[in-house]
């Protein structure tokens, strides 16, 4: 980061449609919690209540002192919200995170409880409404409480001078399912993290990623998951498209503990350069302390087959529409060609 945009109290920006229609809404605009219309059947709250009363004060100060994305927003954190899905509801329409930024800085927080056998689909959604610099930090804790089976899709859209530094982490319970889906598709410097542990049997993790990079864009994706305790699944696939003079990073690393006994994890990472000037760095871990498990990690970086571009451009078919049928064919042969170790 070679600059930071200072805080700017005249910045303005409004709520948006839905993704979903009929979604319930909880926004954040320039960094501060629209409390109205709040959504029925869950309990929330302002962040800004529970800095205010003291209550979020021990999470702030417990963070690790290499976790930078934690401690920068709990320096500056404002608002956000709190949020506790009570035991076995099930949200029949999505709930929206919205954060729409428009200049400066905003930072964020969002505890979320997930009550035992409580089902709901969240969309976390980061999007900028004008083009001035912004620095967006935003941190995301969640708890899935025994048997909750929770799906939450992460879009993140913000302009193309923004910095956009943000966390999620996660607690799965005996039997709980999370689905995580994570869409960069904006940003000028974007470092999303995504950190959890299973600590109970039966729990299933899923992460699909797309990253669709371009310009002289950075984004770094770092992942982390410990499987604590036996009977645990997990699976992991990231896709990167890049243009231009794009940089793309993922970091991936999965711990197995001694205890971990029939752990079943896989985790790869497969990428289309679509640029000479392009650049993806990819690297899977895998750290295994068990015996009895069935793991695998695998990474690609490949580029359109030039053969087949040739022959599309011979028939007539214009280069862009070219590029574009050479992209399916390419991400197929990533597919079948990944490695397992």
């Known amino acids: 980061m070679r600059a930071v945009p200072a805080f700017d109290p005249t910045a303005f920006a409004e709520r948006v449609d839905p993704l979903v229609p009929g979604s319930s809404v909880l926004a ?18 302002s962040y800004a209540e ?45 709930l929206e995170f919205q954060l729409v930024q428009s200049a400066g800085q905003s930072h964020s927080r969002f505890p979320v409880t997930f009550g035992a056998n409580s089902k709901a689909t969240v969309i976390e959604r980061h999007l900028s409404v004008s083009d001035a ?43 709980a399912k999370l689905r995580l889906f994570i869409i960069n598709a904006g ?47 997990s699976t992991e696939v990231i896709r990167n498209v890049l243009f231009d003079r794009a940089k793309g990073v ?39 302390f068990a015996d009895d498990v069935q793991c695998g990690h695998g990474a690609t970086v490949i580029d359109i087959n030039p053969t087949h571009l040739y022959y599309m451009r011979a028939c007539g078919i214009p280069e862009n529409k070219a590029r574009h049928a050479g992209q399916r064919s390419s991400m197929r042969s990533s597919r079948n060609s990944s490695m397992k170790t």
């Open 50 to 94: 529970s800095l205010i009363d003291g209550v979020a004060a021990a999470d702030l100060v417990e963070r690790d002192q290499d976790d930078v994305i934690g401690r920068i927003n709990g320096s500056f954190v404002r608002d956000g919200f709190e949020i506790e899905v009570p035991e076995g509801t099930e949200l029949e329409q999505p």
């Open 28 to 45: 954040v605009l320039n960094g501060k919690a629209d409390t109205k219309n709040l959504p029925a059947g869950i309990n929330v709250r």
């Open 133 to 175: 610099a912004s620095l967006v930090t935003v941190v995301s804790d969640l708890i899935l409480d025994d048997g909750a089976e929770i799906t939450w899709i992460i879009l993140q859209q913000q302009g193309i001078s923004d910095s956009h530094l943000a966390q999620v982490n996660f607690d799965l319970g005996t039997n």
């Open 187 to 233: 940003g000028k410097l974007v470092r999303q993290e995504v950190h959890g542990v299973t600590t109970g049997e039966g729990a299933d993790f899923k992460l699909r990623g797309i990253n669709l990079l371009g310009g002289e864009t950075h984004t770094d994706v770092t992942f982390t998951l410990g499987h604590d305790v036996p009977n645990t699944t």
């Open 250 to 288: 993922f970091q991936g690393q999965i711990r197995v503990a001694p205890d971990a006994q029939k752990t079943d994890a896989k985790m790869a990472c497969n990428t289309l350069l679509l640029s000479d000037d392009a650049d993806f760095s990819a690297k899977p871990e895998l750290e295994i």
